[in-house]
């Protein structure tokens, strides 16, 4: 079955930079668009970024461009998200997720904490 799993979050003080990871399995990674998001305790979960299926084209809400960076290596099956000048409002439970025929499949999320 389809298992996606996030880590590398963490505390972190404003101004600083966290490497999230999600590990895919269950199906072919390689042939499909991978995205992250991200959810705030009291608000709704938003986009983050996406990365096309071999790595191409990526888009970014507007708040995190210049300073999020998603990739992905299809050899390892994982999708990344840098996250580079961290601010307290970037804290948040972080998801990836992939859709596949219709069905959207979400990871169990990474905490992410900026504080001083």
């Known amino acids: 079955q389809v298992q996606l799993v996030e880590s590398g979050g963490g505390l972190v003080q404003p101004g600083g930079s966290l490497r999230l990871s999600c590990a895919a399995s269950g199906f072919p990674f390689s042939n499909y668009a991978m995205s992250w998001y991200r959810q705030a305790p009291g608000k709704e979960r938003e986009f983050v970024a996406r990365?096309?299926?071999?790595?191409?084209?990526?888009n970014y809400a507007d708040s995190m461009k210049g300073r999020f960076s998603i990739s992905r290596d299809n050899a390892k099956n994982t999708v990344y998200l840098q996250m580079n000048s961290l601010k307290p409002e970037d804290t948040a439970v972080y998801y990836c997720?992939?859709?596949?025929?219709?069905?959207?499949?979400w990871g169990q999320g990474t905490q992410v904490t900026v504080s001083s």
């Open positions: 990365i096309s299926s071999t790595g191409g084209p990526t």
């Open positions: 997720k992939t859709q596949i025929w219709g069905i959207d499949y």
